[in-house]
C-alpha cells in the first residue's frame, strides 16, 4: 500500500485531507420535516422525510479542473500530481456552461460553522460536518443561483437511511477560517451520476465572515472507479473510455505498489482490452480495470468558488 501521505506538501494553495476510516456518516438523531412544495420542483412526497441538517449551505459560483502543473503532491516528490488535469481543455467548458445555466448545481453544507462574527476558535481545530450535494434550482431562474441567496432542493436518493448526505466527508475540522475535510472512500455526486474515489482531501478557505469561499481539492480515483462512471457534461462513455483510449492517460498513483499499472485499449475500437499489472503480468479483457490485481489510481483535482446558499428541502425527484 502506497503512503499517500507521505507528503502534505501543496503546490499553490492546496492542504490535505487525512484519510480515515470509511464514508457514510451516522446519525444519532434523524431530522423529519414536514412535506412542502417548491416552485418550479415537481415535488413529490419524500418517503425518507428526510431534512438536511441545519448548518450553512454554499453553492458553486464557479467550479473548474486546474491544468495538470496544479494541485496535491500525492507521492511527496515534490510536483503536483494531478494527471486528469489533461482533461481540463474538455470538462471546463462543460462545467461553466452548466453552471451559467443552472443545469448542474453543485452545493456544499457544512454544520457547525461559527455565526457572523470576528470571533476564531482560540485553540486548534474544531470539528465540523461537510457534505456536498446535487442540487436543483426551485425556481429555475438560473440568474440568481449565485448571488449568494440561491436556493434548491436536493434528491432523497443524496441522503442515507440516517438522514445523512451520501457524500459527506469522514472527517472534517476548522481552524479559523480554513475547513480541511478528508476521507479515503468518497463518491462526489455529479449531474451523471457518482463518482467514487479513494483518497479526498480537500480545503475551503472562508471569506467574508463564512460568506464566500473558495475549494481546493486532490483526489485520486481507480481505474475500476472510472471505469463505472460517467463524465459530468456532453462526453459521451465512461470516464475511462475516454481517459485511455482518447487521451492515453494511464494512472499515475501506485496504490498496491507493484508498480504502475497500464490499461490497454483496442487502438481501432478504442475499446478497453486488457490491463498489465505493475509486475508486468497481462490481465486480459475489457472488465480488467475491476480485476484484484489492477488497483492503481489517477490523481486529479478540482478548484471552486462557493457562495452562500440555501437548501429548501428534501425532494423525491431524480437528482
Ligand atoms: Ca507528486
Ligand atoms: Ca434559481
Ligand atoms: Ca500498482
Ligand atoms: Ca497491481
Same mark, same amino acid.
Given at each position: 500500500?502506497?503512503?499517500? #501521505? ?10 490535505? #485531507? ?90 456544499? +453544507? ?40 440561491? +436556493? ?33 472512500? #468518497? ?122 446558499? +440555501? ?9
Amino acid at each position: 500500500m502506497i503512503v499517500l #501521505w507521505g507528503s502534505r506538501r501543496w503546490v499553490v494553495t492546496w492542504l490535505a #485531507w487525512v484519510v480515515a476510516g470509511s464514508s457514510g456518516c451516522t446519525s444519532d438523531s434523524p431530522q423529519k420535516r414536514d412535506h412542502d412544495q417548491w416552485p418550479g420542483i415537481d415535488a413529490a412526497p419524500d418517503p425518507t422525510e428526510c431534512a438536511v441538517e441545519d448548518g450553512t449551505t454554499f453553492v458553486f459560483s464557479g467550479l473548474e479542473v486546474p491544468s495538470e502543473g496544479e494541485g496535491r503532491d500525492f507521492n511527496g516528490d515534490g510536483t503536483p500530481d494531478n494527471i486528469l488535469g489533461r482533461l481540463a481543455p474538455a470538462i471546463n467548458p462543460g462545467w461553466e456552461e452548466s453552471v451559467a445555466r443552472g443545469s448542474a448545481m453543485y452545493l456544499l +453544507h457544512v454544520t457547525g460553522l461559527p455565526g457572523p462574527g470576528p470571533e476564531t476558535p482560540a485553540y486548534g481545530p474544531t470539528p465540523v460536518e461537510l457534505a456536498w450535494y446535487f442540487g436543483t434550482d426551485v425556481d429555475e431562474d438560473a440568474a440568481n443561483n449565485t448571488k449568494g441567496d440561491g +436556493h434548491f432542493v436536493v434528491s432523497a436518493a443524496q441522503l442515507d437511511v440516517n438522514c445523512d448526505g451520501i457524500a459527506k466527508f469522514d472527517q472534517a475540522t476548522l481552524e479559523g477560517d480554513v475547513l480541511t475535510a478528508s476521507d479515503d472512500d #468518497w463518491d462526489i455526486i455529479f449531474s451523471t451520476g457518482t463518482i467514487p474515489f479513494v483518497d479526498v482531501l480537500a480545503q475551503i478557505e472562508f471569506e467574508d465572515g463564512f460568506t464566500e469561499g473558495k475549494l481546493e481539492a486532490g483526489l485520486i480515483a481507480t481505474a475500476c472507479g472510472l471505469s463505472q462512471s460517467y463524465f459530468p457534461g456532453h462526453t459521451t462513455g465512461t470516464i475511462l473510455d475516454q481517459v485511455v483510449p482518447a487521451f492515453d492517460i494511464q494512472p499515475d498513483i501506485d496504490i498496491d505498489g507493484d508498480g504502475l499499472e497500464t490499461i490497454v485499449a483496442n487502438t481501432k475500437t478504442g475499446i478497453i482490452s486488457g490491463c498489465v499489472d505493475g509486475d508486468g503480468t497481462k490481465v486480459p479483457g475489457n472488465d480488467c480495470p475491476c480485476h484484484p490485481r489492477i488497483a492503481d489510481g489517477y490523481s486529479w483535482a478540482i478548484r471552486g468558488k462557493l457562495v452562500r446558499a +440555501h437548501i429548501d428541502g428534501v425532494v423525491n425527484v431524480p437528482r
